[in-house]
């Protein structure tokens, strides 16, 4: 063969570019175009999250008492179990069978294990089902309650505000909103403001569910005209009477602001307390008030009065932000949180935000987040 030849032959023909072309973006569906590195660092954070969930269901005594290699055989075990205590009892039985068949099927005829596969192959295809079941349910949750939640802030004579919430899992238990002008002062002839940030104790779809409820007994009572204690007190045992005995209690910040006069009545159930940063760079915090709703239905909840002026902030938050960890499982804490607040003075609303969302990011890098986290800032111009 002459060298034009093997020149020739050493080219991808147009069939073998077309099978590149077609496996190439095979691999790009699959990975979702993710790099191999973001692929392994996604997949060790998935792992640990695993590792958590059934964890949880070890008996950690029973490893205790194992000495030398044999604890690993005992923790392996009792994962196992864990894990096929999670299926339904049907497909644990069929489990077993695919497992029985991979490990000493061959022993009765060469193709038994390849019925093993098989076996697996189906149960995974079930359990596929029930997960896009779920994530279909839970994605309709998830857009509902972002019909709940405002996407803007009302436009208020004087202020500027921004909010931003990033759910653990799609749906969330934090709530924020700002409610403008506020029912019972229009009927007084006032004009007011009232800003609301609350956390239901748990995650996912439980904690949304209570979430919508509490909005809709807030708006409730609000259109009846309460006041803020009224308001408070009804919350309460609202939220009493659905709490499973105290196991689903909400804490809850409320803050009723007059917009002429900036005078300010605010209720702490039991939230962390919002950041009060005044114009002249002094920090204040609105830790006054009570319990969280719905631990004891007729503990009443004081209502503080503060004035605000113009160029203060007002910082309202979750724990998700000052509780989200990194991957040594260190918290971000309340100390990082108020450098950024501080120096934040010449920052808007909507930077200030952004600003504390960007810094729990980089603080938390790749760790899985575990908590719902929103931030809600309010500027006084």
Not at 7 to 18: D, E, S
Not at 215 to 233: F, H, K, P, R, Y
Not at 290 to 295: E, L, T
Not at 339 to 360: F, P, S, T
Request: proline share 4%; hydrophobic share 45%.
């Amino acid at each position: 063969m002459g060298a034009k030849a093997a020149k020739n032959a050493a080219k991808p023909t147009g069939k073998h570019i077309g099978h590149g072309a077609r496996v190439h973006a095979f691999w790009s569906d699959v990975t979702d175009h993710l790099e191999m590195m973001e692929l392994w660092r996604q997949f060790r954070s998935e792992a640990r999250e695993g590792y958590g969930l059934y964890s949880r269901d070890v008996d950690r005594a029973k490893v205790e008492k194992s000495r030398g290699i044999g604890r690993y055989w005992t923790m392996g075990w009792l994962l196992f179990r864990a894990m096929l205590m999670k299926l339904t009892p049907a497909r644990r039985v069929l489990l077993l069978i695919a497992l029985f068949f991979l490990l000493f099927g061959r022993n009765f005829n060469p193709n038994v294990p390849l019925l093993g596969g098989v076996i697996l192959f189906f149960l995974l295809a079930l359990e596929l089902a029930d997960h896009i079941t779920m994530k279909r349910d839970l994605e309709i949750a998830r857009d509902v309650q972002r019909r709940l939640l405002p996407a803007e802030p009302p436009e208020v004579p004087g202020f500027d505000m921004a909010f931003a919430m990033r759910a653990q899992n799609t749906v969330a238990g934090d709530y924020y909103d700002a409610i403008f002008p506020v029912p019972s002062a229009t009927k007084e002839g006032g004009s007011r403001l009232l800003v609301v940030i609350a956390d239901v104790a748990g995650k996912s779809m439980p904690a949304a569910l209570l979430m919508a409820t509490f909005q809709a007994s807030l708006n409730t009572l609000l259109a009846a005209g309460a006041s803020m204690d009224e308001v408070a007190l009804g919350l309460n045992r609202y939220t009493s009477a659905h709490s499973l005995g105290g196991m689903r209690f909400t804490t809850a910040f409320l803050a009723e602001i007059d917009v002429t006069s900036l005078q300010t009545h605010y209720v702490n159930a039991g939230h962390n307390p919002p950041i009060l940063l005044r114009a002249s760079g002094a920090i204040e915090r609105l830790s006054e008030g009570g319990v969280p709703f719905g631990i004891f239905a007729d503990t009443g909840h004081s209502c503080v009065t503060v004035a605000l002026a113009p160029g203060d902030r007002l910082v309202m938050f979750t724990d998700g932000v000052v509780e989200a960890e990194d991957k040594n499982s260190d918290e971000y804490g309340e100390e990082r949180l108020l450098i950024q607040v501080k120096h934040a003075v010449a920052d808007n609303a909507g930077e200030l935000v952004r600003r504390i969302m960007a810094d729990v990011d980089r603080f938390a890098g790749e760790a899985r987040q575990h908590d719902d986290i929103t931030c809600f800032a309010l500027r006084v111009l």
